[in-house]
């Protein structure tokens, strides 16, 4: 088979690759922003015990590699408690590769959060307050777009991060695109030993990124009608 | 009855005491400036009485009514029953703190708006609030000499032209007592004297102001009462003109000699 009848086979099994690592990249926002809010709230707490298992969290989370803690959700149910409750097949690769992203991810972003929120100067909140502005409209209609403004260059570079780290999940062989690729290599669709589908492979990350910087800096100038 | 009365109030941050035993009143319609040197808790007494910082004892007074006992009050009730009290007062911040994302007009407009929404009558009524909280704003902003500017962003202004926001913002729920923390101290030189000037203008329509300054000769001229505070104690007090010109006190006399040429 030469290159113009192996490109359209391939082709088709990258974009079916890509729509699962979209999904993982979908899902992992959607997952993680909010847990990392809810994590950022409760780091700030007041109460000693909650901020330090935050801290332990955050630390262990962001410490050890995202592959390693795919592997251990992924095979520690099944293998070491005897109850695998990921099920078998591509569902139940993807739960456990959702469950590891959404859980990083979060940790993540909750000291983006965080650092964004208490970089807002302290005389804001006192001029809302001796306005007699509640603790939510200060929050809301003082402090918030100064967090979003604020959290936005490290959140693009985050969300960029984590398209490409979807591919971490190859390693419990979720069907994601670096997966399509490669069983072109052993022989997949009557090709076999081909690498270029591989190397492809990167185009699409470099659209996918190339279009979040876009979107991010399109963002960015928004809010840049202030300081 | 005096507007404003405060009775023994202390305020210390952990062992050091920054606030002793401060007693001081004040008529409406008149101006009190506090002076004395960085650090003799001037700023800590503003803050205190616009509820930033909770005393550990003393009373708080505003027309009569006790808004503050500091000894028999909690923290949580300290921080539920405060937020309306603090109406009584306005704050001018050294470091004006105006909401970059809201322009000067918003600035002004944003708390007020707030309260109006808190009203019952808001659903109903709520065009002809906004537009009379409109009118308001501008109004507030004119007199700061501010009409070229009231849809500017804050970062597109001086920092004078800011610190005129800011007043106008305090001005905007109409304070009992408007208190200034060191209006000018952020400020370049040359634009210290558009900002006193505005503050020299309450003064004469008789706004009830407590100004804590370095600026000795404003103070002189615009007070008609003068605290000075050392050590968290008000060492010295009286009519300006006394304690500018014939200080009893040795600390007042030296502090006063590092101002005069």
Redesign the interface.
Known sequence: MDFSQQFPIVFASLNTGFLQTLRLFAITLIGAIPLGLLLAVAEMSSFRPLRMLIKTIVWIMRGSPLMIQLLIIFYFPGLVLKNPIWGSGETGRFAAASVAFVINYACYFCEIFRGGIQGV?V??E?????????PA?IFF??KL??VI?AIIPPMSNEIITLIKDTSLARIIALQEIIWAGQSFLKGSGGISGAIWPLFFTGIYYLVATGILTIVFAKLEKKLS??? | MPILEVQNLRKSFGETLVLDDISFSMEKGTALSIIGSSGSGKTTLLRCL???EKPDSGIIRVNGETLLDASSAGKADFQRNI??K??H???V?Q?F?????YTALENVM??EK??AKEQPDWKERKQARIREIREHGEMLLKDMGLQDRMNN???QLSGGQCQRVAIA??LA?NPDILCFDEPTSALDPELTGEVLRVIRGLADRNTTMIIVTHEMTFARDVADYVIFMDSGVICEEGDPREVFSNPQQERTRQFLSHYSQ
């Open positions: 100067p005389g804001q006192e001029a809302g307050l001796v306005l007699g502005m509640k409209q209609r003082v777009l100064q403004k009608y202030f300081r | 616009n509820f930033l937020r309306l603090r109406l007062f306005g704050l911040f470091s703190n105006l909401f970059p994302q944003l708390a707030m309260l962003y804050p970062h913002r305090a729920l």
